[in-house]
């Protein structure tokens, strides 16, 4: 029988619980989207519903195009669960935080690489920030969480996707970071090429220039 045992709450989110449990007698991670008292209960099983079942779609791709995610066990839609792989590894946030230059300037181009694969393949993380990516002991570089994620191929989404990553090493990593978005950018160009990597560059840019430009007005 499936039945999930010994489940340990690990992350409570402003979207979902996760956490970790035993099924079949294996190590496992189940995420599970909690209602929103805010939304009317029709439209919050639908969103929860869509999710659930978008986010092992987008896991899938990502495979495909060549980006590790783990591997999905079970899709419980009437409870908005996920269970999925747990990740033997430790978490880029930490690893980049206790690593030396080489090992960060390494780290950050893999990644850089991969987040290309996926734009490439039309995907969107939506979330990319050290504390979603876990390397294995083999040195695998493995993404997690796609709650946010979608698909879209536009330049817009893309630019967005590498500002949100740009701004979490801002965030966490501050006294390297740029040198390691220097890095994410030098992977991302090996696989989708200089003038495309430019043109997500500007996207950046014009990202930041509309952010100051609305602080600048509520001041």
């Given at each position: 029988m499936d039945t999930l045992t010994?489940?340990?709450?690990?992350k409570k989110g402003a979207e979902a619980s996760i956490y970790l449990a035993n099924?079949?007698?294996r190590k496992v991670i189940v995420k599970i989207r909690i209602p929103k008292?805010?939304?009317?209960?029709?439209?919050?099983?639908?969103?929860?519903?869509?999710?659930?079942?978008?986010?092992?779609?987008?896991?899938?791709e990502a495979k495909a195009a060549g980006v590790t995610t783990p591997l999905i066990y079970m899709v419980n839609v009437n409870e908005a669960a996920i269970t999925m792989?747990?990740?033997?590894?430790?978490?880029?946030?930490?690893?980049?935080?206790?690593?030396?230059?080489?090992?960060?300037?390494?780290?950050?181009?893999?990644?850089g690489n991969l987040i290309a694969k996926?734009?490439?393949?039309?995907?969107?993380?939506?979330?990319?920030?050290?504390?979603n990516m876990i390397q294995t002991p083999e040195g695998k570089i493995v993404f997690v969480d796609f709650g946010l994620g979608e698909k879209n191929s536009e330049l817009e989404a893309?630019?967005?996707?590498?500002?949100?990553?740009?701004?979490a090493l801002q965030?966490?990593?501050?006294?390297?970071?740029?040198e390691c978005f220097k890095?994410?950018?030098?992977g991302y160009q090996c696989v989708v090429g200089a003038e495309t990597t430019e043109k997500v560059y500007e996207k950046i840019r014009e990202i930041e220039r509309r952010g100051r430009y609305v602080e600048e007005r509520k001041q």
């Open positions: 010994e489940q340990t709450l690990l099924w079949n007698e008292r805010y939304r009317p209960p029709a439209l919050d099983d639908r969103i929860r519903s869509y999710r659930t079942v978008h986010e092992p779609q987008l896991m899938h792989q747990y990740i033997e590894g430790q978490q880029v946030k930490q690893l980049l935080n206790n690593s030396s230059a080489e090992k960060r300037k390494e780290v950050c181009f893999q990644i996926l734009h490439n393949h039309g995907l969107i993380h939506g979330d990319l920030t050290t504390s893309q630019g967005v996707d590498l500002h949100l990553m740009k701004r965030s966490t990593h501050y006294r390297f970071w740029e890095d994410v950018l030098s």
